[in-house]
């Protein structure tokens, strides 16, 4: 596919205003007839008519309702175009799709087997041009009429967006539904569903007055898994009611699950199609994490209903506009309704492991991209968590009440309408009286900024000078970088922990003990009076960028914060400080520093027995960043020699905290059951942690996990304790694993974890397990579920068996994503992006990767999706 890139934007020559569809439903063969009211921008008279058109097979072409002849038109494999019409016009087609043998999951599709399953949609990004021909493009936006008919006994839900509009019978067993959605949309946004699924229901009132019916419609046995989205869906919608006045505009909003999706969630105008994965929960069948990851999505989408839909982007490159701004949404959403500081360090351990390693690789681009080739493959880390960052920054410069008004204003200005990221600066700014325009540059910059941080005390003076310095690497296809808006929120300790007050020079004094300065130039000193004595300077605090941080700062004063930060992010940010520079030592000298260690080890074990500290965010302290986090910035990475590194660090931190760990697992045992309050969960990460580290210390622990795996009452328990087993090849352990297999039978999702333990044995052997697994009859290639669960596991959390010395971890990837490019094309591209690093390893696993990314791109039939990520990261 050539190119498109941002500078050639062209507003839309042709516009529509309304769409009708009628759509006769057929697993085999499905028609779709449309009605599209276009009008031409007079200022573009000259320019055609171009319908977007893929995979559709072409039956009949309207204008006006007197059809066409085959001169009249043009149809290629992509498009549809209508020469020499002028003006407004009502252009309708008739065409034929066959949404059984659609396995790419974009457009119209099955879920499930062809006699029992249901019919669904994804059109975002480019799916609706293989449901009808129409112009594909999310700044163009059109009112919908949609009218579905299908057999009435295989089909008897019939759902797309909007509000019901009427319902009927038809000849020969069928029946029919009508949806008008009121809100202008693009087409992206379009959805439908058909088939046989059981439903729950509830309602919500909204601030408005306006009485929402909420339906929730899944399978018969997933149905009754579905109790705990709605309660999260009822807390989205009041806290964006609370938070930022954000109030829904339908009669109704549907959540469809399907097991057959390639992402998360979608958004789609009232009638969001969920992952099960994201929308199912209960303690015999959800982990913690499930639980925490449901709040989530179901959060996002519903966030989404704003931040995407009621404005929406002007074109792909503004992708970050909605997603960035959501998922900061979602975030705080959750920081509100459960910790702040535990939500906190989960997105920054995912922006390190992810974004910062795809900035520094081959596929490093802008939060908004200049270009691309296949937009599917834009749905990143970057996009998405660096995205999220920008937003979050301008929220910790504009203040609580300042971003409240710029967002109001952003979306009072472009309701209705498709946006860019100027806009939404421009709505910042200018509701609160600031030229915002200097944070561009993060939107258009990649690569991620060093900052370095040091401090300077002055006895006798009484002062301290911090001195920020940034500087941003060169990333792939961008040489040259300037200075960014960098947020740096900042308090100073005394040796207790205490903070100071903080009195900038120059400024009156306040009685404030923590500030954000902002670094607007490569570098600069901020000086802070009246310091007596030295100060331990607490930077970056809650994380308020998204650089690496590099503090000239001593490991006792690193201690002081581990122990005593009032920023509970900056206390286990000083612990992850310390973690690193042990897994340095060991790296470079074969062991830990024991002094140093001591130090990490002092602050672990006041953690671990201070009854005030959250049990979870002593769990996340006692959690070493995973080895690609570790491995950051290295060169000529060995990954058998990190792994080493890493385990000998866990290792000896879990035998000198063996007593602490053994007395908290103990006291943690027992009667939290099948409470899956936040307190409870806390309790079972703290516990779960302790178990995992006294059975790295000594073998003998391990009967400990055989017991909590024979009482567990709750899959979080007893997946962490079959995992601790299976890592440490525990005699018996075969059969624990055919047992819960034998118990979960039939439970894709639980299933899939099951996959996903074996998956992530750290030794090289498991590559032979996964490679029997595939063979597994509860494992399929055309789901993506199981693809990531067995597959992406494998590669993304399993590096010392992925990167086996014999590269025949690669070959495996290699296989399988070849395998999975014929049938769901962008679940290929993105196991490709494992390959992402290939750089950054030592020689021979360098040639090893390098050899498969060159088998691969050699292939014939290649998808667009898959090219373009072999492509560039072979480039
Ligand atoms: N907007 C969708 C993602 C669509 C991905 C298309 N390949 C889900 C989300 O971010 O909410
Ligand atoms: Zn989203």
């Known amino acids: 596919k050539p190119p498109v890139f941002l500078r050639d934007y062209c507003a839309p020559a042709w516009r529509i205003r309304e769409i009708e569809l009628e759509i006769d439903l057929d697993p085999a063969a499905t028609l779709v007839v449309s009605r599209l009211a276009v009008e031409q921008d007079p200022a573009q008279a000259d320019v055609e008519l171009v319908l977007d058109a893929e995979h559709l097979e072409l039956l009949e072409v309207s204008i006006d309702a007197r059809v066409l002849g085959a001169d009249e038109y043009r149809a290629s494999a992509q498009t549809l175009t209508i020469p020499g019409l002028r003006g407004r016009s009502v252009v309708g087609t008739r065409v034929r799709i066959a949404p059984e043998k659609n396995t790419a999951l974009q457009g119209l599709y099955l879920s499930g087997s062809r006699d029992a399953g249901f019919l669904l949609t994804q059109c975002e990004a480019e799916g609706f041009r293989r449901i009808t021909p129409s112009i594909d493009r999310?700044?163009?936006?059109?009112?919908?009429?949609?009218?579905?008919?299908?057999?009435?006994?295989?089909?008897?839900?019939?759902?797309?967006?909007?509000?019901?509009?009427?319902?009927?019978?038809?000849?020969?067993?069928?029946?029919?539904?009508?949806?008008?959605?009121?809100?202008?949309?693009?087409?992206?946004?379009?959805?439908?569903?058909?088939?046989?699924?059981?439903?729950?229901?509830?309602?919500?009132?909204?601030?408005?007055?306006?009485?929402?019916?909420?339906?929730?419609?899944?399978?018969?046995?997933?149905?009754?898994?579905?109790?705990?989205?709605?309660?999260?869906?009822?807390?989205?919608?009041?806290?964006?009611?609370?938070?930022?006045?954000?109030?829904?505009?339908?009669?109704?909003?549907?959540?469809?699950?399907?097991?057959?999706?390639?992402?998360?969630?979608?958004?789609?105008?009232?009638?969001?199609?969920?992952?099960?994965?994201?929308?199912?929960?209960?303690?015999?069948?959800?982990?913690?994490?499930?639980?925490?990851?449901?709040?989530?999505?179901?959060?996002?989408?519903?966030?989404?209903?704003?931040?995407?839909?009621?404005?929406?982007?002007?074109?792909?490159?503004?992708?970050?506009?909605?997603?960035?701004?959501?998922?900061?949404?979602?975030?705080?959403?959750?920081?509100?309704?459960?910790?702040?500081?535990?939500?906190?360090?989960?997105?920054?351990?995912?922006?390190?492991?992810?974004?910062?390693?795809?900035?520094?690789?081959?596929?490093?681009?802008?939060?908004?991209?200049?270009?691309?080739?296949?937009?599917?493959?834009?749905?990143?880390?970057?996009?998405?968590?660096?995205?999220?960052?920008?937003?979050?920054?301008?929220?910790?410069?504009?203040?609580?009440?300042?971003?409240?008004?710029?967002?109001?204003?952003?979306?009072?200005?472009?309701?209705?309408?498709?946006?860019?990221?100027?806009?939404?600066?421009?709505a910042l700014g200018d509701a609160n009286a600031l030229d915002l325009s200097a944070w561009l540059a993060w939107y258009a910059q990649s690569g991620t900024p060093d900052l370095r941080a040091s401090g300077r005390h002055d006895a006798q003076r009484r002062c301290y000078e911090l001195t920020l310095t940034q500087r941003t690497p060169r990333t792939s296809?961008?040489?040259?970088?300037?200075?960014?808006?960098?947020?740096?929120?900042?308090?100073?300790?005394?040796?207790?922990?205490?903070?100071?007050?903080?009195?900038?020079?120059?400024?009156?004094?306040?009685?404030?003990?923590?500030?954000?300065?902002?670094?607007?130039?490569?570098?600069?000193?901020?000086?802070?009076?009246?310091?007596?004595?030295?100060?331990?300077?607490?930077?970056?605090?809650?994380?308020?960028?998204?650089?690496?941080?590099?503090?000239?700062?001593?490991?006792?004063?690193?201690?002081?914060?581990?122990?005593?930060?009032?920023?509970?992010?900056?206390?286990?940010?000083?612990?992850?400080?310390?973690?690193?520079?042990?897994?340095?030592?060991?790296?470079?000298?074969?062991?830990?520093?024991?002094?140093?260690?001591?130090?990490?080890?002092?602050?672990?074990?006041?953690?671990?027995?201070d009854p005030a500290v959250d049990p979870a965010l002593a769990a996340e302290m006692l959690t070493l960043a995973d080895a690609g986090s570790l491995a950051d910035g290295l060169a000529d990475i060995d990954p058998e020699a990190v792994h080493q590194a890493r385990a000998q660090v866990e290792r000896a931190l879990a035998i000198a905290l063996a007593e602490p760990l053994l007395a908290r697992y103990h006291e943690l045992s027992g009667s939290d059951g099948t409470a899956v309050d936040l307190a409870a969960q806390a309790r079972r990460r703290l516990r779960n942690a302790c178990l995992a580290a006294l059975c790295r210390a000594d073998p003998r622990h391990v009967d400990l996990a055989r017991t909590q795996r024979a009482q567990a009452c709750n899959l979080t328990d007893r997946l962490a304790a079959l995992s601790v087993l299976v890592n440490a090849r525990a005699d018996g352990v075969d059969p624990m694993l055919d047992a819960f297999a034998q118990r979960y039978a039939g439970d894709a999702l639980v299933l899939d974890k099951w996959f996903s333990v074996q998956a992530t044995e750290a030794d090289p052997r498991a590559l032979a397990r996964v490679e029997a697994l595939t063979a597994h009859a509860a494992f399929r290639w055309t789901n993506p579920n199981n693809v990531y669960a067995l597959i992406g596991a494998f590669t993304l959390r399993n590096p010392r068996a992925f990167h086996r010395a014999d590269g025949a971890g690669y070959r495996f990837l290699a296989q399988a994503i070849t395998r999975i490019d014929s049938v769901t094309p962008q679940v290929a591209a993105r196991l490709a992006t494992s390959f992402g690093a290939w750089r950054k390893y030592e020689p021979v696993r360098r040639a090893l990767m390098r050899h498969e990314l060159e088998g691969i791109a050699a292939r014939n039939g290649l998808s667009p999706d898959l090219g373009d990520i072999v492509g560039r990261t072979l480039a």
Not at 191 to 200: M, P, Q, S, T
Not at 301 to 307: D, L, M, Q, R, T
Not at 348 to 371: K, M, N, T, Y
Request: glycine share 6%; net charge negative.
């Open 477 to 609: 296809g961008q040489p040259r970088k300037q200075a960014l808006p960098v947020p740096v929120a900042v308090a100073l300790l005394d040796a207790d922990g205490r903070p100071l007050r903080l009195h900038l020079d120059g400024e009156p004094a306040t009685a404030a003990h923590e500030r954000v300065l902002l670094l607007t130039s490569d570098s600069a000193t901020f000086r802070f009076i009246d310091v007596a004595r030295p100060p331990v300077a607490s930077v970056l605090r809650g994380y308020s960028a998204p650089v690496r941080l590099e503090q000239a700062i001593d490991a006792a004063a690193l201690a002081v914060q581990a122990r005593h930060d009032s920023d509970g992010f900056n206390r286990w940010f000083a612990t992850d400080t310390l973690a690193r520079r042990l897994f340095a030592q060991a790296l470079a000298s074969g062991e830990p520093d024991p002094a140093l260690l001591a130090t990490h080890v002092r602050c672990l074990d006041g953690a671990l027995r």
């Open 138 to 426: 999310p700044d163009v936006l059109a009112r919908y009429t949609v009218t579905l008919r299908a057999d009435r006994a295989r089909f008897p839900l019939l759902l797309a967006n909007g509000n019901a509009d009427g319902a009927g019978e038809l000849d020969g067993g069928r029946h029919w539904a009508r949806f008008v959605d009121p809100y202008p949309k693009p087409s992206y946004l379009f959805a439908l569903v058909a088939g046989n699924l059981e439903h729950i229901e509830d309602e919500f009132v909204t601030a408005e007055g306006r009485r929402v019916r909420l339906v929730i419609h899944a399978e018969t046995d997933a149905i009754g898994h579905c109790g705990w989205a709605m309660q999260c869906l009822k807390m989205a919608m009041r806290w964006d009611e609370q938070r930022f006045g954000r109030c829904y505009d339908l009669d109704v909003f549907h959540i469809v699950a399907t097991h057959d999706f390639t992402m998360g969630a979608m958004e789609n105008k009232g009638l969001n199609i969920f992952n099960a994965k994201y929308l199912l929960a209960d303690p015999e069948h959800a982990t913690d994490d499930d639980y925490r990851h449901v709040l989530a999505v179901v959060g996002h989408e519903y966030f989404h209903n704003w931040s995407g839909n009621r404005v929406t982007c002007r074109d792909w490159f503004q992708l970050s506009l909605k997603e960035g701004l959501t998922v900061y949404r979602e975030q705080e959403f959750e920081a509100d309704l459960a910790s702040r500081t535990l939500r906190r360090i989960e997105d920054v351990r995912v922006l390190w492991r992810a974004q910062f390693a795809e900035d520094a690789g081959p596929l490093a681009h802008p939060v908004r991209p200049d270009r691309y080739s296949e937009i599917n493959n834009f749905y990143t880390a970057t996009v998405y968590e660096k995205g999220a960052e920008i937003v979050r920054m301008l929220g910790v410069v504009l203040g609580a009440k300042g971003f409240r008004r710029g967002l109001d204003l952003y979306f009072e200005r472009h309701d209705g309408s498709a946006a860019t990221v100027e806009d939404f600066l421009a």
